[in-house]
């Protein structure tokens, strides 16, 4: 299942994109890019994303606003926001979370973290989704189960 983990990455320096492109393909993940905060919300609207990685200095909406945008959009609010930046100053990392990031990666990167940060992130994700795929399950067993009782008390009450 984590081979169809679908990652979106948004940065306006074509190069970071290559780097990290690179890396997440080698885990397997299949890739999204985006150059700018508007393409990437385009994209969103197209294709099913699991995690985004996200620039915050961009021309433009920076990655705040995207992420803002993001998390007040009943579609897009559970997609785990993972910014990856040069902005290390500790007011950018304590906006980044306020904003609704699940965690902050400073620029330049070792490519170890990058992995192990997301796939942290793609677990979490996928634990979220099967509890909640388990809810509606329970949910619709104990409905089908509460009309047969329904239905067995109709037929016993008519004898």
């Known amino acids: 299942m984590e081979n169809d983990v679908h990652i979106l990455v948004v940065d306006d320096n074509q190069e970071n994109l290559k780097v990290v492109n690179s890396l997440l393909k080698e885990e397997n ?5 985006a150059l700018d905060g508007k393409s990437a ?10 995690i985004i990685l996200l620039d915050i200095m961009m021309p433009g909406m920076d990655g705040f606003e995207v992420c803002k945008i ?6 897009t609010k559970n997609v785990p926001v993972i910014f990856l930046t040069a902005k290390s ?10 904003e609704g990031g ?7 990167f070792r490519k170890e973290e990058l992995i192990v940060r997301v796939r942290n992130q793609v677990q979490l994700k996928l634990a979220r989704d099967f509890l909640a795929n388990s809810e509606i399950e329970m949910r619709k067993s104990r409905d089908e189960y509460m009309r ?8 016993l009450n008519r004898e």
């Open 148 to 155: 047969v009782l329904y239905g067995l008390s109709k037929i």
């Open 102 to 108: 699940v965690d902050y990666i400073t620029k330049p």
């Open 89 to 98: 100053d500790i007011d950018d990392v304590v906006k980044g979370f306020r």
């Open 41 to 50: 919300l385009d994209t969103l609207e197209k294709t099913r994303i699991d």
């Open 29 to 33: 993940y299949k890739i999204a890019l």
């Open 70 to 75: 993001l998390k007040s959009n009943e579609r």
